[in-house]
């Protein structure tokens, strides 16, 4: 029995790290890059994008890109870049905005507007609902040169 539950363990260790394996699609220096790292990179630059979905030559293409952000980055660190006063400040800038940008996002999803408090709302504030009339014109065509400087616009 403990032999089989030896062996049960280890063939499920096995599954997993050929699961695993089969998401890794090029290790760089120690550091796979996996399908979810890619579908992350698609989706950064374009939302609608699925990794599996692209063309050979655009998943070649997405996969170098990867790779050459993990030279930079570790190339970047050998030159002890993070350890320079400008990345350390330029970190503390872009932490304090994304614990701004958090702390919003979760009272966005807290935040709870009836119908009828909308209504309420836009009553008491219609005037700043209302905009003025305008207009906007990109050319006027006039008969002569001399016309323009008699026109009187509104």
Do not use: C
């Amino acid at each position: 029995m403990l032999k089989l539950a030896k062996t049960s363990l280890l063939t499920i260790g096995m599954m997993t790290s050929s699961m695993l394996a089969s998401d890794i699609l090029v290790t760089v220096n120690g550091k796979n890059i996996t399908k979810q790292d890619a579908q992350t990179f698609v989706t950064a630059s374009a939302p609608q994008a699925i990794y599996g979905q692209l063309t050979e030559s655009q998943k070649t293409l997405v996969k170098d890109r990867l790779i050459e952000k993990i030279l930079f980055t570790e190339l970047a660190q050998k030159e002890k870049i993070d350890e320079k006063l400008e990345f350390k400040k330029t970190i503390e800038k872009i932490k304090d905005d994304l614990i701004v940008s958090l702390w919003m996002k979760e009272q966005m999803e807290n935040a709870i507007v009836s119908d009828s408090e909308a209504q309420k709302f836009y009553e008491a504030n219609r005037d700043k609902f209302l905009e003025k009339a305008s207009i906007n014109a990109r050319h006027i065509l006039v008969e002569t040169k001399k016309k323009p400087k008699t026109l009187s616009l509104l």
